[in-house]
């Protein structure tokens, strides 16, 4: 029986109205877009569907193509109105201002999510030097608070999500009246599990947001997982109580993800070798199969971001659509019905989701495949429009603020760009030729093909008559016996092997064309959301993708098998290790290339406008008939992807200074741009206390988003005024991403901190500059006049205050200080040299041990500024210094209250760019 003709092949269907819930979900996107932005009485939205609704049903009688269009716009206005009433069906937070004073309160709770126990480098205040501790992340659901007050003890019954940092050192003290702070002590750390009820007294704080443009609104995060405040406890004072307070089903899907990670982590050997991996590659596998990521350590992780491959490490859209492939794939071999093969994917799709314990993204992402392959059942489609915007739509109507989250838009996205770009450009590329190695030896089957098509297949017939004679007549024939007819099976095996190769270079091209489209297509939501252009994403996606493949299915099935026993697992575990090697050697070598990535700034609304109107004729021009309007569709994609990639023009005020306080919490950061555009930053920031974190860092989260919001893409200097990491730890991120020209150090003890990042400048390629008193230079058209440390000064072991570099900015006649954070003993120095400054950064964010009254008097400033934490643990600003600077009437700044705070000077006055 000849095979059929599939007509779809070479036509691809370019009739919109061939789409109609794909447009309905666009339609409701914008809708909600439009309602967010655009707050109008809700009278007005009702008003507009109403009439909108009753014209597309006035339309229905003869004009179909009319209707549709209102249908869209009701759909618009539909969504404007959801987005509204969910907004105000919003409950507000809970009061937790009695709790949230500073003082330590007791919390009883139970424990909600537990995450694992890890190791963790942290590095010493004073020294710098890098030291262990144990950490764990839990979340709790308090069950009553007490507050400790002179009458007595109130216990507060409140149930509220709590994520609380539980560790195994002491956290650090701070005295103005002793400036030395306390070491760390080490204490045994206890792991907690999902369902205990524990009690423990800490100093609860509201989340709040680093108040620059381009910050993520972490509070925000906080609140949709349920957790209204923050807490950290030392582990041995954590009380455990007795009960349990959870579900069942809860505490055995944490016990089955805690004995999975186990079991993977036992996979690693002391000494791995080509068929074994080393316990940084587990902790790979367990981030791609399971999605914690808190085993793997930076330098990794940099890796894969650098290459465009980080989405695999984070239990992606991509991995759930891999396991859901392989579990069909499995169904449909069993013979299984297209019915029970959908039923079966999505059931063990959605139970994995729900394993991995990832929140509301992961579960979205199952719950769209869900819809996805359901929608599927009725478009037949592979990657059918239909079924995406079905799957779209039912999510955006439960909740129109999905829309906003950066996962779905790259879920979401990545199967449009599948559905209406990469499938009509297979049709018109590799699909009729793939199809024309159906059925071979069939020469009827020429028949029902296009011309090409069938010329194809008799090149095809050639070659492999040749491959024939040249493989068995030559030295096959004599191996056999003669009964053996030589002719017939070399020509079925030379056709197997021709065919073959013809499916596998298909295959290879249609990875490269999917990899690279998709890469291009996403390339404005990667700039928006990561600031990355990952150059080499398509090598390196190309190999990890199919890499990843594998290993998904092959490191579920080690891991199951290794709980019947080890024997039967250590055959998958070594094809696992092997495909491990592979991905994180393709990774650790394409990452550690120079030009691996750009770093891009927040592109402007022109340049979003025209990449997204890009797209848009991307997705229509690939599905025309004339092939070399769906080829300018695809150079459309490239063209825009460049544009993202040119450097952007800063957006600063011409012609005048500007000095930045940027919102670091409890630490330093200072941008100054000169009148003619000149960039300096002066610290970056970083952890108190040197806590280290894989998942967080301020020069990469807090100072970078700032700077590229503004359009920065390069610094022309940082500058460091000591060694302290609340003003060193952030500078290591900002060298690499802004590539500064030249970086100003004063005279610092050589700790590891320090020597890190002189080691990072120096492979930036970044000249060191030592400045000193009294060392006066120019720097655009600033003056700078350094008023400390002396030359002379010779630092301790240890960073101190006092190491800081002092550094007066005058421009005309205005002028500023930035005084680090010295100490009165050095403060009292530079009150005898320094001018009259503007604009004072007070020092030591507002401690008492500095800014005197010595100071002020010699300075006389008209502003304040004070870089300084919420709620800061060492209870800074001082009251004193706030009386200080309120006698001496320097009108006061806080990056704790007002966020980011800048000044700008045009030679003859001082303006706060508040006014």
């Known amino acids: 029986m000849e095979p059929e003709a599939n007509p779809e092949i070479s036509q691809p269907d370019q009739r919109p109205s061939e789409h109609p819930l794909f447009l309905t979900a666009v339609a409701f996107s914008m809708g909600t877009t439009w309602g967010t932005y655009a707050i109008s009485p809700?009278?007005?939205?009702?008003?507009?569907?109403?009439?909108?609704?009753?014209?597309?049903?006035?339309?229905?009688?003869?004009?179909?193509?009319?209707a549709l269009y209102v249908a869209l716009a009701a759909m618009a206005v539909l969504g404007a109105i959801q987005v509204q009433l969910e907004q105000s069906a919003t409950g507000s937070t809970p009061d937790l201002s009695r709790f949230t004073t500073g003082d330590q309160v007791t919390i009883i709770?139970?424990?909600?999510r537990s995450g694992l126990m890890r190791e963790q480098e942290s590095l010493a205040f004073r020294t710098g030097n890098p030291q262990q501790e144990q950490r764990q992340t839990i979340d709790i659901e308090t069950e009553k608070i007490v507050i400790s007050q002179e009458s007595g003890d109130e216990s507060v019954p409140m149930e509220i999500g709590i994520r609380v940092n539980v560790h195994s050192q002491e956290e650090l003290a701070s005295s103005d009246d002793e400036p030395g702070r306390a070491a760390k002590t080490d204490v045994a750390a206890a792991e907690f599990a999902y369902g205990e009820r524990i009690q423990f007294a800490a100093k609860l704080r509201e989340p709040r947001n680093y108040g620059n443009p381009g910050s993520m609104d972490f509070r925000g995060y906080l609140q949709a997982n349920g957790i209204a405040a923050l807490a950290s406890v030392r582990a041995d004072r954590v009380q455990k109580l007795p009960g349990f307070s959870g579900t069942r089903f809860g505490y055995s899907r944490s016990w089955m993800r805690r004995s999975i990670v186990n079991h993977m982590l036992g996979f690693a050997e002391a000494k791995p070798g080509w068929a074994s991996m080393s316990r940084e590659e587990a902790a790979v596998l367990v981030a791609m199969i399971i999605g914690e990521q808190s085993l793997i350590q930076r330098d990794t992780r940099t890796d894969f971001q650098r290459t465009g491959t980080y989405h695999i490490l984070v239990v992606s859209g991509m991995n759930v659509g891999i396991l859901a492939f392989v579990i069909f794939w499995l169904a449909k071999r069993l013979r299984a019905s297209e019915v029970i093969a959908t039923l079966v994917t999505i059931g063990l799709s959605l139970f994995y989701a729900y394993m991995t314990d990832l929140g509301s993204p992961i579960v979205r992402a199952a719950v769209m495949l869900s819809?996805?392959?359901?929608?599927?059942?009725?478009?037949?489609?592979?990657?059918?429009?239909?079924?995406i915007g079905t799957a779209a739509l039912i999510m955006l109507l439960a909740s129109p603020k999905t829309l906003f989250?950066?996962?779905?838009?790259?879920?979401?996205?990545?199967?449009?760009?599948?559905?209406?770009?990469?499938?009509?450009?297979?049709?018109?590329?590799?699909?009729?030729?793939?199809?024309?190695?159906?059925?071979?030896?069939?020469?009827?089957?020429?028949?029902?093909?296009?011309?090409?098509?069938?010329?194809?297949?008799?090149d095809l017939r050639m070659i492999g008559a040749r491959m024939s004679k040249l493989l068995w007549a030559g030295w096959m024939t004599p191996m056999m016996p003669q009964s053996f007819d030589a002719q017939v099976w070399g020509y079925r095996i030379a056709m197997w092997m021709v065919v073959a190769a013809v499916r596998a270079a298909v295959a290879v091209f249609n990875l490269m064309m999917v990899t690279t489209i998709i890469q291009v297509a996403l390339a404005l939501p990667m700039v928006i959301y990561f600031h990355r252009m990952a150059l080499l994403g398509l090598p390196s996606n190309t190999v990890v993708v199919p890499l990843t493949s594998v290993l998904m299915p092959v490191g579920i099935l080690a891991t199951l098998l290794s709980y019947v026993s080890q024997s039967l697992a250590a055959l998958p575990v070594a094809l696992t290790a092997?495909?491990?090697?592979?991905?994180?050697?393709?990774?650790?070598?394409?990452?550690?290339?120079?030009?691996?990535?750009?770093?891009?700034?927040?592109?402007?609304?022109a340049v979003f406008l025209i990449a997204a109107a890009t797209f848009g004729f991307a997705m229509i021009a690939a599905r025309s008939k004339k092939g070399w309007v769906a080829g300018?569709?695809?150079?459309?994609?490239?063209?825009?992807?460049?544009?993202?990639?040119?450097?952007?023009?800063?957006?600063?005020?011409?012609?005048?200074?500007?000095?930045?306080?940027?919102?670091v919490g409890q630490g330093d950061s200072i941008l100054v741009i000169s009148p003619d555009g000149h960039t300096l930053l002066v610290d970056g920031g970083g952890p108190v206390g040197g806590a280290h974190s894989d998942s967080f860092d301020i020069g990469e989260d807090v100072v970078s988003p700032y700077l590229w919001s503004r359009g920065i893409t390069r610094l022309d200097a940082v500058a460091l005024t000591h060694a302290h990491s609340d003003h060193?730890?952030?500078?290591?991120?900002?060298?690499?991403?802004?590539?500064?020209?030249?970086?100003?150090?004063?005279?610092?003890?050589?700790?590891?901190?320090?020597?890190?990042?002189?080691?990072?400048?120096?492979?930036?390629?970044v000249s060191v500059i030592q400045r000193s008193a009294p060392d006066k230079f120019t720097f655009g058209r600033l003056q700078f006049e350094v008023l400390a440390p002396a030359a002379d000064y010779v630092p301790g072991a240890q960073a101190k205050n006092d190491d800081s570099v002092v550094m007066e900015i005058a421009y005309g006649k205005n002028s500023a200080l930035l005084a680090g954070d010295v100490e009165k003993r050095i403060e009292t120095r530079i009150a005898a040299a320094a001018h009259h400054a503007d604009l004072l950064k007070v020092a030591h964010h507002g401690s008492a041990t500095s800014t005197t009254p010595e100071l002020l008097n010699a300075v006389h400033p008209q502003f304040a500024v004070i870089s300084v934490g919420y709620q800061s643990i060492y209870g800074h600003p001082k009251a004193v210094i706030l009386s200080r600077l309120m006698a001496a009437r320097a009108r006061t700044f806080r990056t704790d209250m007002q966020g980011v705070v800048t000044f700008y000077m045009d030679g003859e006055k001082v303006v706060p760019a508040s006014e």
């Open 109 to 112: 709770g139970h424990i909600t």
């Open 632 to 663: 300018l569709s695809v150079a459309g994609l490239f063209a825009a992807a460049l544009l993202l990639v040119f450097p952007s023009t800063p957006r600063v005020r011409a012609n005048v200074a500007e000095v930045t306080a940027i919102d």
């Open 728 to 765: 060193l730890g952030g500078l290591h991120s900002v060298v690499a991403n802004f590539k500064p020209r030249e970086l100003w150090v004063g005279k610092n003890p050589e700790t590891a901190a320090y020597r890190s990042l002189l080691r990072q400048a120096a492979i930036e390629g």
């Open 371 to 387: 819809l996805y392959l359901a929608a599927r059942l009725l478009y037949r489609d592979k990657f059918s429009l239909n079924s």
């Open 578 to 605: 092997v495909v491990l090697h592979g991905i994180t050697g393709t990774v650790r070598h394409l990452g550690g290339v120079r030009f691996a990535e750009v770093r891009v700034a927040m592109p402007t609304f």
């Open 405 to 458: 989250e950066a996962s779905f838009q790259l879920t979401f996205l990545s199967v449009v760009v599948l559905g209406g770009i990469v499938q009509p450009l297979f049709e018109r590329t590799t699909a009729p030729y793939q199809e024309a190695t159906t059925a071979i030896g069939s020469i009827g089957y020429d028949a029902m093909l296009a011309p090409k098509l069938a010329q194809f297949r008799l």
């Open 42 to 66: 809700m009278s007005w939205w009702v008003a507009a569907f109403c009439l909108l609704a009753a014209y597309g049903i006035y339309c229905c009688r003869a004009r179909i193509g009319v």
